[in-house]
């Protein structure tokens, strides 16, 4: 049955967003209506309120929620009411990259995750008699209550901190499963993420995790680098007043870095890290950027380099399975992500925005 929940609605490009009461539609069979605890807040929420990516508006975005199991769909097998989930992205399960376990590569992701309908077309949310983007990442998760695709459930254990972990669904698995499930970087290389928001968080504490022994945090923020020496950067650059490629070879002995992990997807970002690395290192790229964005790398140098640039994306990981690993990381005291936290309630949605955005919050996380 269909049922009232307060959520933050986008309503129109680039401006804040709007506390209202929708109306929540019948749960379909493949379906889990989750009653949220919390949800964080991610760059990729950002942009498309901003229209950078192609969701229809008005629409409920979120899509790192986490909560409680409310009630499921007759064809729903892998929970019950009453569990502890985290959701990330949607992917089709039907399609080849699928079926090979790809499912950050799903080739229909962008139907699935920014469609702003069901697979049939239509809604799950609406106020009055008009439609409300729905199912952003197969979840929309800035409301109390949302119905969600049984791909983007993640089923953890009954005592789950959910206000804690709800960020795990999608930028800091971005982050952390880049290079554990990507890179997979050898113990005693070194490794430089661009970047020090959630994402690039999540890949400093992940090297660590890995076995690297150069991490090299590169950021405008002050205070951002000094959080990331506290949770494994073993070295740190401030590119607003420093020579990044000339610090990075330092930290190297002139090497150059094995790996390096760009967070920003800004073109001038891009090629410092190409050129601060070693011989037969690897650059990826896990920012999002505006369609037609390009970037520039010389030939000469990197020729005799034999470099590779790569792009990934939500960690190359199967949420099912990488999500509680990161979980039980955690609990070890190896991934210490809930130091990146900061919680607001749902009226501070759009201070929690504006937070991000100046770098004095990393992960902004909403709870209900």
């Not at 698995?173 to 113990?187: F, K």
């Not at 990488?322 to 949605?349: C, M, N, S």
Request: charged share 15%; with cysteine; glycine share 10%.
């Amino acid at each position: 049955m269909s049922t009232t929940v307060t959520a933050a609605v986008a309503r129109s490009t680039g401006n804040p967003l709007t506390i209202e009461q929708l109306t929540l539609d019948d749960l379909r069979p493949d379906e889990v209506r989750v009653r949220m605890v919390a949800t964080g807040i991610c760059h990729t929420d950002a942009i498309v309120r901003d229209g950078i990516y192609p969701t229809p508006l008005p629409a409920v975005l979120g899509h790192e929620g986490a909560g409680i199991v409310d009630a499921i769909g007759d064809a729903i097998t892998t929970v019950e009411v009453g569990d502890h989930v985290v959701l990330s992205a949607a992917y089709c399960g039907r399609c080849r990259q699928c079926h090979a376990g790809r499912m950050a590569y799903c080739e229909n992701l962008f139907e699935q995750d920014f469609g702003g309908h069901r697979r049939d077309g239509s809604t799950a949310l609406r106020s009055g008699d008009n439609a409300i983007s729905s199912h952003f990442f197969g979840q929309s998760s800035f409301a109390t209550y949302a119905n969600v695709v049984e791909t983007s459930v993640v089923k953890l254990d009954p005592d789950a901190p959910l206000a804690t972990l709800a960020p795990l669904g999608c930028g800091l698995q971005t982050g952390a499963g880049a290079v554990l499930n990507d890179l997979r970087p050898e113990p005693g290389t070194s490794l430089a993420v661009f970047g020090t928001g959630a994402v690039g968080s999540a890949a400093i504490m992940a090297a660590r995790v890995a076995g690297c022994t150069t991490v090299v945090a590169v950021d405008l923020h002050d205070s951002r680098l000094e959080l990331a020496a506290q949770i494994g950067a073993t070295h740190t650059v401030n590119a607003a007043n420093t020579d990044v490629v000339d610090e990075l070879m330092k930290a190297t002995d002139g090497a150059g870095i094995h790996y390096a992990i760009d967070t920003t997807a800004v073109p001038a970002v891009l090629r410092h890290a190409a050129e601060a690395l070693g011989i037969g290192g690897t650059l990826a790229l896990v920012g999002a950027a505006a369609p037609g964005t390009e970037v520039n790398f010389e030939i000469g140098a990197s020729l005799v380099k034999g470099w590779t640039f790569k792009t990934v994306i939500q960690g190359s990981s199967v949420p099912q399975i990488f999500i509680p690993r990161l979980v039980e990381l955690w609990k070890q005291g190896r991934f210490p992500f809930d130091k990146l936290i900061r919680h607001y309630t749902l009226a501070d949605i759009n201070t929690a925005f504006a937070d991000s955005a100046n770098g004095s919050t990393v992960k902004p996380v909403v709870v209900f």
